[in-house]
């Protein structure tokens, strides 16, 4: 009697925990990925004949339209556009700004961050006090913050081993310095880019405003340039600095998520999403930030159908429209989401760049999160040693309420920061390989997790 | 008596094991290297200002004066140069090949293979026969190959994860090729370039011949002109391939390992030794092969001097001279090893590319490795997660027979192919951040290496 208990409880364990066969179905999803990939050629064109997809510009049009069309040629079970209002600002003409030393401007690489306001037509013009964080800024008090142009000059630590860390740490800087300086009555801000590297690209990225506060123009400069600028303060606190910006914010435009899907045979009402963000800056190609998200989920529905993969449970890819500025996409879809039947399990984003994979980060009910991460020993052989809690995605974040399991795919972070926000995210940055080692072991994931779902 | 017999036990093996202040030097080594590290500036000198270092070069002799003075300015306990003989094999003139087809010469890239001779001076023009394989050449007989070019288009394979496994397959068709197609008759031989990308580079590297076969002329061909050849071929199987190398052997050169150390303060006589090879192919900058290994291996003597750690074991960093072809450097290091009195425990090769750290490979004493295996646990918040058995290194190899523990500091593999060998090795394809981490695994293992020694 014990005997067949023990059997009964093994068969049924068996049936709950990975398989000898899912280490082959991945194997055939690598090699799948590594030689007949769509990923590559879909970046390609998303980046060279399309560019910067910023929420509300032509180009984040004709990615909607390409996304769609491309998802149309797998032959889903359904593809489809979800309609969202979303922001439209808009650079105008490219920026301006030198130090006045000595008689002689000397011009210095700066952008606008997004969201914030243009300078006065003619440019802004004012001293420059440089600080390195909040707490400098509040120290020097509203007389002599007043009228000036605040530096705040933060670089990135570059002892953090994962470079999100130092982004995590230096990002206040770039979104809240411009309520900080104005509260103290500052004239403008200028913040060094986030970047590790020092080269001459401007970062850009989202600011915010209060409705509390006073609007001020708030712009990056490039590391070569903050250090510059720093330079020049030490020689001589009273320089002036000038620059100009003619950004503005229009009327919000309608655009769209896409949707592709392949539905479950025996669960059709559980939903595996993968899922990048269309949208991207408008300075680069949106190569790495996150042409590759989105390719690498439309990659795992590719593969599903080249392998002739019939999914368990329902496999959905999303290319989400605008995480860059007020996540209007993520929030309306999350939305949608709610109001469905069938229920969202689980949802892998990958936003993170296009690198070598190195792991999944793992957010949800803690046992959910185990399960899932017992599965890790299949997948060290292809790099992926790194599984832990963590983080799963600012799209997919927006279903932790529905009790979805949200994994955020890791890629390596060195380079990342390199690249991100700048014109320098460019299509030739991104590796072939490394880009279809991720979409693979997405999709890798994304079957084992239709095979077995989240108990 | 138990329990005093326990504490003894206890206290011994506390001595053998990681401790809790590892962790924090560990750290610091961390930080060292990517706020102090020198190995970037290093590398940019190497690359830019010597270039492409192939034994027997002035590049060669520069580099060797370099990193000498270098670390002469480190103030370690001793630096020297050991004098070695070296091949020199001179490219010559830069090669042309083309198809003729229809009336016209259609051009392809390709270079001389490492250690081939010459075509005679008007070139070497003859029909082509494409294989796949040994086995595909040798069905092909003595009658069909005789007097023939063989054009062996043997793909890396894009399936394999690490990259080395896919070069370690095909690598034996650059290097054995000439003598498989000329023991059939064949005039000459072309190989498709070892690289799993889609370029115009063509990637050199060493070939042999045997006393007992003619030697023919050998090149590689980059791996769009390899696809563009067998294409022709597959319209037409009797157009004429022309090529033309001017490649020769002569005399060898004196030149030098460079030597540099720290002195161990409790146990002298015990080296562990940190290396790269300083030769490079002449085509590009030798950045990831193996100018990045030779400044790693000179940044770990920095990190120990910027910190001011005064090992318990002697730390010695060597660039050899001669990896690329016949290993003279090595094998002459090896044997100055053995008549040395001080005894090489253990020995870390950084010959895999600046890219970013993944592990160590271990080949050695099997209680050895797994005894500095179990230190993985300090190492893996730094990314460093695969700690395998496996391979050391070309150089330390050398040192086998002494009893040495070998081992391979293994960074991400994927690009690695891309640059290998071929002018697309530049130091602009090296990340500072990546190269950082790498040093700082390097110095982290040694410093463990030099407190507990290996047992």
Redo the contacts between chains.
């Keep these: 009697m014990k005997q067949i208990l023990f059997f009964i409880f093994l068969s049924f364990s068996f049936k709950l925990t990975a398989q000898p066969d899912d280490s082959l179905q991945i194997r055939k999803i ?2 799948a990925a ?2 007949k990939g769509k990923a590559y050629g879909w970046l390609d064109y998303l980046c060279n004949n399309i560019g910067g997809r910023i929420t509300g510009s032509p180009q984040a049009a004709a990615a909607v339209d390409y996304v769609k069309k491309e998802l149309d040629q797998l032959q889903l079970n359904k593809v489809w556009k979800q309609e969202v209002m979303v922001p439209n600002w808009i650079r105008g003409e490219k920026e301006v700004a030198w130090i006045e030393q000595g008689g002689k401007n000397i011009p210095l690489n700066i952008c606008a961050l997004g969201g914030s306001i243009g300078t006065p037509t003619g440019g802004l013009k004012a001293n420059v006090i440089e600080v390195n964080n909040f707490e400098e800024l509040k120290n020097l008090g509203r007389e002599k913050v007043s009228g000036k142009i605040i530096f705040i000059n933060h670089p990135m630590n ?2 953090s ?1 994962n ?1 999100f860390s130092a982004y995590g740490e230096a990002g206040t800087y770039r979104y809240d310095g411009a309520v900080k300086a104005a509260q103290l009555g500052a004239a403008g801000v200028v913040v060094r880019s986030l970047n ?2 020092l080269d001459d690209f401007p970062h850009t990225g989202a600011m915010g405003y209060n409705d509390s506060t006073p609007k001020i123009p708030a712009c990056a400069i490039s590391t070569n340039d903050a250090n510059k600028l720093s330079a020049a303060l030490k020689q001589n606190k009273s320089i002036y600095l000038y620059f100009k910006t003619s950004c503005r914010k229009e009327k919000d435009v309608l655009s769209y998520n896409v949707i592709g899907e392949i539905k479950g045979t025996e669960f059709p009402d559980e939903i595996v999403l993968v899922g990048g963000h269309l949208d991207s800056w408008d300075l680069a190609q949106g190569a790495h930030d996150d042409g590759a998200g989105v390719v690498q989920s439309m990659e795992v529905l590719n593969i599903f159908k080249t392998l002739n993969i019939q999914p368990k449970r329902t496999i959905r890819c999303v290319a989400f429209m605008d995480e860059e500025s007020t996540w209007t996409g993520p929030v309306l879809y999350a939305k949608m989401a709610k109001q469905e039947s069938a229920k969202h399990i689980a949802a892998i984003e990958s936003d993170a760049g296009g690198f ?1 994979p ?1 792991g999944f980060s793992f957010k949800g009910d803690t046992l959910k999160c185990l399960t899932v991460m017992k599965w890790k020993k299949l997948f ?4 992926l ?2 599984w832990d809690f963590g983080y799963g995605g600012s799209d997919i974040n927006q279903l932790e309420d529905q009790g979805t399991l949200l994994i955020g795919f890791e890629p ?1 972070s ?2 990342y920061f ?1 690249y991100h926000h700048s014109a320098n995210d460019t299509f030739d940055k991104v ?4 880009l279809e ?1 991720g979409a693979a072991s997405m999709a890798a994931l994304t079957w084992m997790l239709s095979e077995y779902g989240v108990k």
Excluded at 380 to 383: E, L
Excluded at 431 to 434: Q, Y
Aim: charged share 35%; aromatic share 8%.
């Design positions: 690598y090699s590594l030689t570059p002892e081993i470079t590790l590297s070598s190195r060290t052989q292809y790099g040693s790194d390596d060195q380079r390199d590796n072939r390989r490394e080692l």
